[in-house]
């Protein structure tokens, strides 16, 4: 048996807070912008994920227009920042609605270090720092979704395992529903299936 539900009938609020507790977990986008007046922002984005390959190209949605969609219109550049678990009070903090003139790593209390190709700075306590420049922009409704062109990588040293970013100690948070967070939890392990090898 299931109980069947209708966006129409539901009405857009109800109906994204029943999408954001079944499509879970979602990771963070903690993305670092600069507004043409100098002033950075950060806010967290749980519509994010890989978009393409070949390039390197992450996707993230503003629902609305916010800081980091303008910001990114007006310059073309941001840094995504992976949200550590350790930081889950910031990253919870710099979700706050600020006004646009005011920097959420002052008032949140986090340090920020230069990026390499992009003016936007990254996030100093986060173990993975993406920075990007825009690559496109593609509206739905009331929301847009943000392609960025990843130009430079950069991890914490101390979270590579043989030169590869090790799950456990880069941590991750990811949202759940409601006002639920997640961590990584229990990892489990399989190989991927190849055709070739499906017993017939």
Known sequence: MRTDFDPAELGTRTFYKLLTSVVVPRPIAWVATTSPDGVDNLAPH??????????????????GRKDS?????????MTIALAPESLVDEVN???ADFAHDRDEFAEVGLERE??????????????????CVLHSMTCFGDSTMVFGRVVHAAVASEALV????????LAPLARLGG??????????????????????
């Open 93 to 95: 903090a710099t979700a």
């Open 179 to 200: 006002d639920e967070w997640s961590t990584i939890g229990t990892i489990l392990e399989r190989r991927r299936i190849r055709a070739a090898d499906w017993p017939t």
């Open 46 to 63: 749980s519509f994010f994920t890989v978009a393409c390959v070949d390039p390197p190209i992450v996707a993230f949605t503003s629902v």
């Open 162 to 169: 043989d030169g590869h970013p090790d799950i456990g100690r």
């Open 114 to 131: 230069p990026s390499t190709k992009v003016r936007p700075p990254r996030v100093a306590r986060s173990p993975v720092a993406l920075e």
């Open 69 to 77: 969609l303008r910001n990114v219109e007006a310059t073309g550049e």
